[in-house]
C-alpha cells in the first residue's frame, strides 16, 4: 500500500500566485481530511470528506482557501491569491469510513512558503 | 468545549529508559477516542497507538503502551526501552462528536530528545 500520497512535497511561491495542494487518499479510505501546521497554532484541522462529499469546513480560515473532492481517489486543496502568512505545512490524511474512533493515516505534508 | 492539554513542551530521556508523556483531556462526551502520533524532523505524521473510551483495556502496540484513567481524564504514553529513533515531537489528540460531525482536538506536542 503506498499510503497518502501529496505533491508537491515543496512549494515556493509569490505573494497572490494560486496554489493548488494535491493529495491521492488510500485506496478504500472513504473520509479525507486536510490539516495545516504552523509554529503558531499547531495543528489546525482546515476541512474533512466523507464519501467525496464536504462534511465539516468551518477550520477553512477564509475565503481564499477552497477544496474539492472530484473523486474517491484525488482531493485538491487550492489557495487564491496566497498571502505570506499561509505559509505553513499541509497535511492530508485519509481513514476507513466516517465512524468516530478511527485511525487517520497521514500523507508526508506539502511544505508552503508564500513570499 | 472540548480540549486536550499536554504539559510538557520538551523531555530528555537515556537511551534504553522509559518515559512517559503526559496528556490530560476534558470532554462531555461519553464516546471519544485518544491517539498518539510521532512527528520526526522530516515532518510526516506517524500514528502511533488508539485508546477507545469504551475499551476496557489499556492500549499497547509494541514498545508503546496507553495508561488511559478515565476518571482523571488522563491517557499518558509510555515509551519503554527509548531509542534514538524516538526523539520527535508527539501529539495527542481527541476525537469526538461536536453537533453531529466528528471533531479533532490536538494537543501542542511535546518534543522528546534520547540522548545516547
Known amino acids: 500500500d503506498a499510503g497518502v500520497i501529496q505533491s508537491p512535497r515543496h512549494e515556493v511561491t509569490e505573494m497572490g500566485q494560486e496554489v493548488t495542494l494535491r493529495c491521492k487518499p488510500i485506496?478504500?479510505?472513504?473520509?479525507l481530511f486536510w490539516y495545516r501546521q504552523t509554529m503558531m497554532r499547531g495543528l489546525e484541522l482546515l476541512i474533512y470528506?466523507?464519501?467525496?462529499?464536504?462534511?465539516?469546513d468551518s477550520g477553512m480560515p477564509e475565503d481564499r482557501f477552497s477544496a474539492k473532492m472530484p473523486n474517491a481517489s484525488f482531493s485538491t486543496l487550492k489557495i487564491q491569491p496566497s498571502e505570506p502568512r499561509d505559509s505553513a505545512v499541509y497535511f492530508c490524511a485519509s481513514s476507513l469510513s466516517g465512524t468516530l474512533q478511527e485511525t487517520q493515516y497521514f500523507g508526508p505534508g506539502t511544505r508552503l512558503l508564500v513570499l | 468545549a472540548q480540549k486536550i492539554t499536554q504539559t510538557q513542551p520538551g523531555m530528555f530521556v537515556q537511551e534504553k529508559e522509559a518515559v512517559t508523556l503526559d496528556c490530560t483531556y476534558d470532554?462531555?462526551?461519553?464516546?471519544?477516542?485518544l491517539f498518539w502520533y510521532k512527528q520526526p524532523s522530516s515532518g510526516e505524521m506517524i500514528f502511533l497507538i488508539y485508546q477507545g473510551s469504551y475499551d476496557q483495556q489499556n492500549a499497547t502496540e509494541g514498545r508503546y503502551s496507553l495508561n488511559f484513567q478515565k476518571a482523571r481524564k488522563s491517557a499518558n504514553l509510555v515509551i519503554s526501552a527509548s531509542q534514538l529513533g524516538d526523539s520527535a515531537m508527539y501529539f495527542c489528540?481527541?476525537?469526538?462528536?461536536?453537533?453531529?460531525?466528528?471533531?479533532?482536538?490536538f494537543g501542542s506536542g511535546t518534543r522528546l530528545q534520547v540522548q545516547p
Open positions: 485506496s478504500g479510505h472513504n473520509s
Open positions: 489528540l481527541l476525537l469526538h462528536m461536536d453537533t453531529g460531525r466528528r471533531a479533532l482536538t
Open positions: 470532554t462531555s462526551d461519553p464516546s471519544y477516542g
Open positions: 470528506f466523507n464519501n467525496n462529499v464536504p462534511i465539516d
